[in-house]
DNA sequence: TGTTGACTACTTTGGTTTTTTGGTCAGTAC
DNA sequence: GTACTGACCAAAAAACCAAAGTAGTCAACA
């Protein structure tokens, strides 16, 4: 299997997949939209269901490796976090992929998604562990931080403006409450008090 | 309106709205297993849809109710906060009512839903308002501590255990994860340094 | 050897009929 | 007069089924 056709096929599914949804986008078009025929999908991936668990793990690490990007370890770790948080929700709610994911409209449809699906949050724990690493170092984050197990819970107050946004994305709303969330968060892991409010950086 | 016959009613409203969901839980059996005529049912509510509201808004007080007893102003607050959090979980995970308004089920159905979802929540932050009050007053928590800003902020900390608890609900690991959030949040909050983890209570 | 696309068993869709249900209100009981 | 009832209606949901579409396979092909 050629790695150029992969990811073509993989680019061509993610579009799909995101324009459709799970259900309607079909792997006959998937395959049109790559140039390559039906059987050739299947040498990529081993259902339809894997090929939309590679889509998500491609848009994943594409996310991390953007996100990673943006991190400067010279800026302070407190406005890191804020700022990918920011960054992430965004680019989030710019797409349906994620949407889909996160409103639990796909886990219905699929059996045995839980394990992939802590996979796919394990992997979005990579930014904020870098900047709690990077805060560490800066001497602005405590020294006895156990960053493994931190990282899932501030992912998971990030994550968790979806539940208001599965009603009504009021997009400022959620990023003003995540902040605050932030804010209460940091008076705990900062070394030293907080200068200044965050939520007027906003 | 007879006080009696409208709790019968909401009673059986509440009993139908869990077992079998909005959709399929009709008016007539409501009125059944309530005694009375569906006439009867309206004079109670405006719609089906209202029907639903009052039962989730009586569930709702009940809750908050049961949930103010077990605060004991003289134990330490960051204490109760792990112990209502516990509780109000194992009350949550086991109410299908609050599982289909949780993971978004009624939502699409019906319009409008918003306003009164962000009422149902604002009752639900009480509890943790009281506590934080008792907290301040103990003064083991920080005396400039936003109670109204904060409170949604850990309630939407704990709440969002859900979006484990869409795919796979195990309560171990929705708990131990609730109480990690909670001990980075104290050690925010607190005016004193914690002085034993959190996690080993549970 | 890597790719294809016709083929099949199964699922979804769309249109139609039948049944159920939300909501009303003239009428009953007290 | 008041509190309640339940037959009634329009509208929605379920049941049905034929037609169309789709996931996945594999013999043939380049």
Redesign the interface.
């Known amino acids: 299997m050629d790695q150029g056709k992969r990811e073509g096929i993989l680019a061509s599914a993610a579009k799909l997949f995101a324009n459709c949804g799970f259900r309607k986008a079909s792997i006959d078009e998937i395959a049109r939209g790559a140039g390559v025929a039906k059987g050739t999908v299947y040498l990529a991936c081993e259902s339809k269901e894997d090929l939309y668990y590679q889509t998500l793990l491609r848009e994943a690490r594409a996310w991390v490796a953007d996100t990673l990007r943006i991190i400067d370890p010279r800026e302070p770790a407190d406005e890191l976090l804020l700022r990918v948080s920011a960054y992430g929700f965004e680019r989030i709610d710019n797409s349906p992929l994620w949407r889909d994911l996160?409103?639990?409209k796909v886990?219905e449809l699929l059996p045995n998604?839980?394990e992939r699906?802590g996979e796919l949050r394990k992997l979005g724990c990579q930014p904020v562990m870098e900047i709690l690493r990077i805060g560490i170092s800066q001497g602005r984050f405590r020294a006895d931080l156990d960053v493994e197990?931190?990282a899932?819970?501030l992912q998971?107050?990030q994550?968790?403006g979806?539940?208001y946004l599965?009603?009504?994305p009021n997009p400022d709303d959620v990023l003003r409450?995540q902040a605050?969330?932030l804010e209460?968060?940091?008076?705990?892991?900062l070394a030293g008090p907080v200068t200044r409010p965050l939520l007027k950086s906003l």
């Open positions: 996160l409103t639990g886990h998604w839980a699906f197990a931190l899932p819970v998971d107050m994550l968790s979806y539940l599965a009603n009504k409450r605050a969330g209460l968060v940091l008076r705990g892991i």
